[in-house]
Each structure stands twice: as structure tokens, then as C-alpha cells.
């Protein structure tokens, strides 16, 4: 059974820093595709950033720029480097596997101005 169990959420101010994690279980983790994604109070999720297995990236334009988002094979483990915060990246973040239907609990990141 896939689980993905993410980390790192919290309060931060304007301008600030969080790197959330999100391991995974369940799976072959190496060669899946992975991504974040996030939900604020009565949006629809929303896709922010996606890693292949071989590591190429994209980023939603909303957070281009702001955001890394980078994998620990070996740790089962993506993460989510989120720089420049500011109070509309206030959303639920959940992590997901790409090609399968699971998702983790999520956790809330709150970006006061």
C-alpha cells in the first residue's frame, strides 16, 4: 500500500523560508514521477511543481523562480525548497506520486504578511 507522509508546514512571516518533505513508501520510489501540490480555503488544488524520475523539473508560474523542488532516492524522499514566501503561498501542500491516485494528509504552510 502507497503512503506519502508529508512534513515541514508551518507559520512563517512574509519574506521567509520552508523546505517541506514528503517520504514515501509503498512504492518503487526511484522511478516514479512526483509532485506538490496545494490548496487554499475554497480553491480548487492546484499543481505548484513536479520532478521527474531523472529529475527534470517544472514549476507552476505562480511560484517559478521562489520555489525548488529536488529528490532523495535513496531517502524515498521529495522536497519542496520554498523561498520568497508570501501570504497567498498560504495553502494545505500535499505531495503526490504522478501516475497514481494517492495522496498524503498534507500539511499547512501559513504565510502571515
Known amino acids: 500500500q502507497v503512503q506519502l507522509v508529508e512534513s515541514g508546514g508551518g507559520l512563517v512571516q512574509s519574506g521567509g523560508s520552508l523546505r517541506l518533505s514528503c517520504v514515501a513508501s509503498?512504492?518503487?520510489?526511484?522511478?516514479?514521477?512526483m509532485a506538490w501540490y496545494r490548496q487554499a480555503p475554497g480553491n480548487e488544488r492546484e499543481l505548484v511543481a513536479s520532478?521527474?524520475?531523472?529529475?527534470?523539473?517544472k514549476y507552476s508560474d505562480s511560484v517559478k523562480g521562489r520555489f525548488t523542488i529536488s529528490r532523495d532516492n535513496a531517502k524515498n524522499t521529495v522536497y519542496l525548497q520554498m523561498n520568497s514566501l508570501k501570504p497567498e503561498d498560504t495553502a494545505v501542500y500535499y505531495c503526490?506520486?504522478?501516475?497514481?491516485?494517492?495522496w498524503g494528509q498534507g500539511t499547512q504552510v501559513t504565510v502571515s504578511s
Open positions: 520532478i521527474t524520475s531523472g529529475g527534470s523539473t
Open positions: 503526490k506520486v504522478i501516475l497514481m491516485s494517492y
Open positions: 509503498g512504492l518503487i520510489f526511484r522511478i516514479n514521477a
